[in-house]
């Protein structure tokens, strides 16, 4: 393999500063990387190939007359594809969107574009990023490079393929319950969601407008950082976005933890169906950020058994709502029919995979007369109880360590036909969305040294500082992140 490909976003950074490599080489490495293993990986759905190496020999143009425009400058990422430009085509994973290229542009990628970044292309996700695993796309399932049989996790599962693999430096994802954090412990790289409005979400594709988050992914919590600092900030096209000064994030990477405590809900330890050898990494994990000077403390976190519940009747019904705007009639796909009630009916069936149909009904039924108090605005009841758990456990910790995943990647197909199954994978990641709060997976380990697993931990709101700093103070003193997979069956 070439060496180029197992650097970080840093070091690939330095490398071009010291005049080692261009960017011209790095990109035209990934994009070799990309022709020799993405037939079995299927991480994506589009390559920039020519655009790429036109940008790549313009940044390089750029650096020789000083004009650099930051660390990140002629370095490559991809995209998760529910982020939408004039430049490419957005599928967000569906038969319905074919086709379909917007006259606007995502906040997030005009300000990768902005600090000199090159989208090398495209990922597959889910279906409009709704699922766990990355088999709900309308083009096909993704695998996992550490088992090319196994699911790579979801929906950002294309993305934390594409990273594993090492098919990109880095990547953006989306996160409504876990869609980052899930794929980023299953793949075995660092993945984050920011707090809720800290990131743009203009040019988004909506799935739950009130939980979904763009956020960085990475082989280094450092790279995770340098990207948050060019993704965050206010922005007036996205009215939940928050007028909060961004923090020099890598700055706050000292590889000290001696001052923090590190909350541990332990009843959350004794989730049913958790793989017990998952939980025994995580612990050794926590156990390590002791051995670095933190100090645990026993939280607690009563209402999180509601989560599942909660979030499944929330965002189905954001979903409903949301995806009502597809129907034919102005992008997208159209189904041929000869009255316009025929045409909605089977546009939205034949354009909408299994899944989503599921959401939307689901979510259908939830708001309507008669069952929105005894669903939604119970679940919405449930979300605030969350929150305030979150609140007073942060009264006597820093941050709060838990696993990512109960247990490692399943095969392909395993659970396809079992949706409630699919759905607990997100046990531990959905009430930090529900709270709206900044939330991390590290590699911690792997089940039997073939899968890996992630620690996930969570900080107070706006504090995305203190969040990298743990996590990037446990990678200092392991190893995990290092490794890099075989991509055999």
């Not at 080692?20 to 079995?40: H, W």
């Not at 009841?381 to 929150?387: D, F, H």
């Not at 409630?420 to 959905?430: H, I, K, S």
Request: hydrophobic share 35%; aromatic share 6%; glycine share 8%.
């Amino acid at each position: 393999m070439n060496e180029v490909l197992a650097l970080s976003l840093s070091e690939l950074s330095e490398r071009i500063d010291r005049g080692d490599l261009s960017s011209r080489d790095i990109v035209e490495a990934f994009l070799g990387r990309i022709d020799e293993v993405d037939d079995r990986v299927r991480a994506m759905v589009r390559t920039h190939r020519e655009p790429a190496l036109r940008e790549a020999s313009a940044a390089d143009d750029a650096r020789r007359k000083g004009n650099a425009k930051g660390p990140l400058h002629g370095l490559p990422i991809v995209l998760k594809d529910n982020l939408v430009s004039p430049d490419f085509e957005t599928h967000c994973g569906s038969r319905i969107l074919q086709g379909f290229r917007a006259p606007y542009e995502a906040t997030v990628v005009t300000k990768l574009k902005a600090a000199g970044m090159i989208v090398l292309g495209n990922t597959n996700m889910d279906e409009f990023a709704m699922g766990s695993s990355t088999e709900n796309s309308s083009l096909h399932p993704t695998s996992n490079p550490w088992d090319l049989g196994r699911v790579p996790g979801g929906s950002s599962g294309g993305s934390a393929a594409a990273v594993a693999a090492r098919e990109a430096p880095a990547a953006l994802g989306s996160d409504t319950g876990g869609s980052i954090r899930q794929p980023a412990s299953l793949c075995g790289i660092a993945g984050m969601k920011p707090t809720y409005g800290r990131v743009s979400r203009y040019g988004l594709v909506a799935f739950a407008s009130s939980l979904d988050q763009i956020g960085p992914m990475g082989n280094r919590v450092s790279d995770l950082a340098l990207l948050l600092e060019v993704i965050a900030g206010h922005d007036a096209k996205d009215s939940t976005s928050l007028e909060k000064e961004v923090p020099h994030y890598k700055g706050a990477l000292d590889g000290s933890v001696d001052d923090l405590r590190i909350g541990v809900p332990r009843k959350l330890f004794e989730t049913p169906g958790a793989d017990p050898r998952t939980l025994a990494l995580v612990r050794e994990a926590i156990e390590e950020l002791e051995r670095a000077g933190a100090k645990t403390v026993d939280v607690e976190l009563p209402h999180s058994a509601y989560g599942i519940a909660a979030y499944y009747l929330i965002c189905t019904a954001e979903a409903s709502s949301n995806l009502s705007r597809y129907d034919g009639v102005k992008f997208g796909y159209r189904a041929e029919a000869e009255t316009l009630d025929e045409m909605y009916r089977r546009t939205r069936s034949e354009g909408f995979g299994r899944e989503v149909k599921r959401r939307i009904l689901l979510g259908t039924y939830v708001l309507s007369a008669g069952y929105y108090d005894a669903y939604y605005r119970k679940a919405q009841r449930i979300r605030t109880l969350v929150r305030e758990d979150f609140r007073r456990a942060f009264e006597g910790c820093d941050v709060i360590a838990m696993p990512t995943a109960p247990g490692p990647a399943w095969p392909l197909g395993e659970r396809v036909e079992d949706p409630l199954q699919m759905y607990l994978q997100d046990t531990f990641t959905v009430t930090a969305n529900l709270a709206g709060l900044p939330a991390l997976s590290v590699p911690c380990g792997f089940v039997e040294d073939r899968w890996p697993a992630g620690l996930h931990l969570i900080t107070r709101p706006l504090d995305e500082s203190t969040l990298l700093r743990v996590g990037d103070a446990y990678e200092r003193r392991t190893e995990w992140h290092q490794r890099m997979p075989s991509l055999s069956a």
